[in-house]
T-cell receptor
Framework: GAVVSQHPSWVICKSGTSVKIECRSLDFQATTMFWYRQFPKQSLMLMATSNEGSKATYEQGVEKDKFLINHASLTLSTLTVTSAHPEDSSFYIC????????????FGPGTRLTVL | KQEVTQIPAALSVPEGENLVLNCSFTDSAIYNLQWFRQDPGKGLTSLLLIQSSQREQTSGRLNASLDKSSGRSTLYIAASQPGDSATYLCAVATSGTYKYIFGTGTRLKVLA
């Protein structure tokens, strides 16, 4: 149980385009989802926290207009990187937690974004 | 502001050796601490979760301990195997926020 999936697993795009990454909880209702970013040889950094039906809360230094997060249902959150640039190339990982799960976060497999 | 540090940054050991990975954190007001494994280019695999009220958790050859007062956790791996080679991350959820702050990781290589 408690499986989180991400789609796509990797994506390559041209500079200036927008990319959408999906995070789904497959067998539980995710009241809260978290988005992390990991640059090469660095640890994960929290970008934002989203609660179903509410606006996301962004960490300091993360541009909310550039990284659009939507958590419209209890099983799906999306992260859209708008006008992507090479410096946005990174590994994006989501996690989800749900009611009755002890606030434990379950992590997705990650999406590798490469911006040319 | 919570800061999480892991020592050593990299470790190379012969197969069969017992080893200890260290994690330290600056704010002892934590909700829980979790150890993860990450293979190159892959996502995270949760290994052990220790709630703030617990002192240790065990799963197979893995044992994680938690000492909140000193801001430390250790991950003990018994009888290491080449398949244990990966990066090990510890993450701390601070009380009240449930947000995970990740450590910098320890890259482990177990030699056959």
């Amino acid at each position: 149980g408690a499986v989180v999936s991400q789609h796509p697993s990797w994506v390559i795009c041209k500079s200036g385009t927008s990319v959408k990454i999906e995070c789904r909880s497959l067998d539980f209702q995710a009241t809260t989802m978290f988005w992390y970013r990991q640059f090469p040889k660095q640890s994960l950094m929290l970008m934002a926290t989203s609660n179903e039906g509410s606006k996301a809360t962004y960490e300091q230094g993360v541009e909310k207009d550039k990284f659009l997060i939507n958590h419209a249902s209890l099983t799906l959150s999306t992260l859209t990187v708008t006008s992507a640039h090479p410096e946005d190339s990174s590994f994006y990982i989501c996690s989800a937690s749900g009611q009755g799960m002890g606030d434990t976060q379950y992590f997705g497999p990650g999406t590798r974004l490469t911006v040319l | 502001k919570q800061e999480v540090t892991q020592i050593p940054a990299a470790l190379s050991v012969p197969e069969g050796e017992n080893l200890v990975l260290n994690c330290s954190f600056t704010d002892s007001a934590i909700y829980n601490l979790q150890w993860f494994r990450q293979d190159p280019g892959k996502g995270l695999t949760s290994l052990l979760l220790i709630q703030s009220s617990q002192r240790e958790q065990t799963s197979g050859r893995l044992n994680a301990s938690l000492d909140k007062s000193s801001g430390r956790s250790t991950l003990y791996i018994a009888a290491s195997q080449p398949g244990d080679s990966a990066t090990y991350l510890c993450a701390v959820a601070t009380s009240g926020t449930y947000k995970y702050i990740f450590g910098t990781g320890t890259r482990l290589k177990v030699l056959a």
